[in-house]
């Protein structure tokens, strides 16, 4: 189970970092914003999960293998951005699905992810949940903040509710099923989804217009 649990960690973490360090990219930051941004994006909804739970240090500082990941594959966004820099606003629609689908990955492998964390530790299933959704959600707050913009979390498609369905399906997928590998593949796949379809489809939330 912490075998598949850390390559779900992997995972969320180079979506993230490469979602993030798109947005920043497109918001004209310099190479280091890219890559702070990149690793914010990645780590900031585990950092506030861990403290909502006690957990302090935070595990991610004691993880450096992780911070590796991430900020390779934001400079690596980085560097294939300033090379293509001519083509980066042609190609901006094609870059806004690519960065939708990365951030869709991570969305899902973090809220399983911190499903299990709030799991593992014993907790009921509200709690189950809400950490789940914070460690989908955090580190997408934190990176619109930064670059100045209203989180995407709060105003774009179904974004949270995606990540609180997966959490809720995660746990409610382990209440019958053993196999750790089985309940998250079938709540990631769930999650991305929803993520895609309410991209395509447009949907949302109602709101005051």
């Not at 980085?78 to 190609?91: E, P, R, T, W």
């Not at 950490?131 to 955090?138: A, E, K, L, N």
Request: glycine share 10%.
């Amino acid at each position: 189970m912490t075998e598949f649990i850390k390559i779900l960690e992997i995972i969320g973490t180079m979506a993230f970092s490469i979602s993030g360090a798109l947005i920043a990219c497109s918001a004209g930051l310099d190479i280091f914003g890219v890559v702070f941004v990149g690793c914010i994006t990645a780590f900031g909804g585990g950092i506030l999960r861990d403290i909502l739970l006690g957990i302090t240090p935070p595990t991610v500082f004691s993880n450096y293998l992780m911070f590796l990941i991430a900020v390779i594959s934001a400079l690596g966004v980085f560097i294939i951005a300033y090379i293509n820099k001519d083509k980066f606003s042609i190609l901006k629609s094609k870059i806004d699905y690519v960065n939708n689908f990365f951030d869709a990955v991570g969305l899902a492998a973090f809220s399983v992810t911190g499903a299990q964390v709030g799991l593992s530790a014993g907790h009921n299933a509200l709690i189950v949940v809400i950490v789940g959704m914070i460690t989908g959600v955090g580190g997408g707050i934190m990176r619109d903040i930064m670059i100045d913009t209203t989180p995407y979390v709060f105003k774009k498609h179904i974004y949270a509710l995606a990540s609180v369905w997966g959490s809720w399906f995660y746990y409610i997928l382990r209440q019958y099923i053993d196999s750790v590998s089985i309940a998250s593949a079938m709540a990631m796949l769930s999650v991305i989804a929803i993520r895609m379809a309410a991209t395509k489809f447009r949907w949302s939330l109602p709101k005051v217009k």
